[in-house]
């Protein structure tokens, strides 16, 4: 499978981490690398959704987790075989291409079984044990096709399959006439050489197949016969040895192919079909879509190499809030603005961090510095990026490079500055009817600080007392989410954009209350005068409190 590169923004996604993915892999598509992908790890928040509507550009990839799975590690490029094609069609197949199996589907296309070369080694065998009976499954036409025979006579049901009793004429007259009454019953077929004696025998005792070998022509005569009669007649090229063998292989692979192999999906995770694998005699698992069919297939030999997949971070570089599972994956570049975490890398990679307002201003920076002509829609989307992340330039993160930046794509797309991020925190702060634990995590961070760790979310209002009237129900879900990280506070800073102030709400560890230093304003929450970033103010100051309860 052809590797894809994802470009990804961190967990519950702001407008900037997801704006910056898109217009990175936009970048990475118009320099020539079709590869880049543009995803976020979690859904769109209100603004986002706004801004993608407003501009008409297609959400990028929503991916829960990267936690290893099947469609990473497996073999998308699987050639299938039908169900009415001959074992030595397949065969022939398989050796050609080099498979050491290959998938049987039916009509539809649907998958039905599995050939390997140890299912054929035990069917074959059984076939061609001489101390047992055996009628296998077959048609007339796939002898043909198996023997490259030459027709001379065809029933008008040549493809029709059925079960055949096969017998070599190799003994006298009156013991060959004794062996096809005692199996007159059942679907005869005869290879038989030259001898026109034996031809007859079978045309009158109307076998269902004669097969001459070695190039031998009935007579005339018994053509006509046989024609009367409803006998199929055919040439091998074959002498009687060879035929007798090959035959065994005009088998349809339905009847071959291996039933008990269970199949996956492109979403099973790589710890869950180990142990399938294990108890399968090939090694190989077919993958199957949601209607059954074939999409790829998977062995062990697969989950040994790399997987087909690799990374971009943006906006983030820490791993608390980096997708689930990205440690599994090759990293190949971090463009970000925030403090430098800890998220470790195989190798020496591209990293990308300046104290600027938003990611968004980098990935502009970056289609100037390749001298690449930036897209109007992507122009729109970085613009709302950066006066998003820099609450329209007002934010105490805003360096004059986001200004020059924001300047340089509101000339390109002919947007204000003033009426696009006024429009755009508007759709943000909407926080009617939407409960408290959706607003928590919409844009939530994880940190690490020491021994400990903390989340701390951030919303835009246009008046906190929206937040502070439902103030139980927030708190009740900031403290399920400190139990559940294990986390020694959880916080939600709620950003007044009118007076580009916050109120900050906690839950915390009782232990660690006496080391907040903000002005407090009620129990559980604390005035925040002039604060309105999380990364150059909030977090600065609540690290040193974080600091001072560890020592």
Known sequence: MNK????IGHK???????????????????????????????????????????????????????IPKVKYFMQDVVETVTEDVSVWEAIGRMEKNENRVMPVVNKDGKYQSLLHYSGFAKSVLTILNPEKKHNFT???SLILKTLNAQPIILASNSDKTFKASIHVASSSNETFVKRLDAHASENIIVIASDRTDIHKLCIEHNVKLLITTSGCIIDKKLKELAEKNGVSVI?????????????????????????????????????????????VHCKYLPVVDEEERIVGMISEHDLMKEPNIEVILVDHNEITQAVEGIEHYTIQEVVDHHRI?????????????????????????????YKIPIPKEIASLLLCGILSDTLILQSATTTEIDQEMAEYLSGITDLDIKELGNEILIAGSNVKGRSASELIHQDMKEYVEGKVSYTA????????????????????????????????FSCLLVTDITKLSSVLLIDCDPKFEQFITFPKQEKNVYYLQGVVSRKKQLIPLITEAVVNYQK
């Open 235 to 279: 040439v091998s090229p074959y002498s009687t040895a060879p035929t007798s063998m090959l035959i065994a292989y005009s088998m349809p692979v339905s009847v071959m192919g291996d039933k008990e192999i269970k199949t996956v999906s492109i979403n099973d995770t790589v710890s869950k079909i180990k142990d399938i694998l294990k108890d």
């Open 341 to 369: 975490g800890a998220i470790p890398t195989k190798n020496p990679i591209t990293f990308i961090n300046r104290p600027v307002g938003s990611t968004s201003t980098q990935i502009a920076g970056l289609y100037k510095e």
């Open 4 to 7: 894809t590169v994802y470009i």
């Open 457 to 488: 979310s951030q919303i835009e209002v246009g008046n906190p007392k929206e937040i502070l009237d439902r103030k139980k129900d927030f708190m009740a879900e900031l403290e399920i989410e400190r139990r559940s990280h294990k986390a020694l």
């Open 12 to 66: 519950n996604p702001d407008t900037d981490a997801v704006v910056s993915a898109v217009s990175y892999a936009a970048l990475k598509n118009l320099l020539g690398h079709p590869e880049y992908k543009a995803a976020r790890a979690g859904h769109l928040n209100p603004q986002t959704s706004y801004i993608f509507e407003k501009f008409g550009v297609p959400r990028p990839e929503y991916i829960s987790d990267l």
């Open 138 to 140: 077959t048609s007339i």
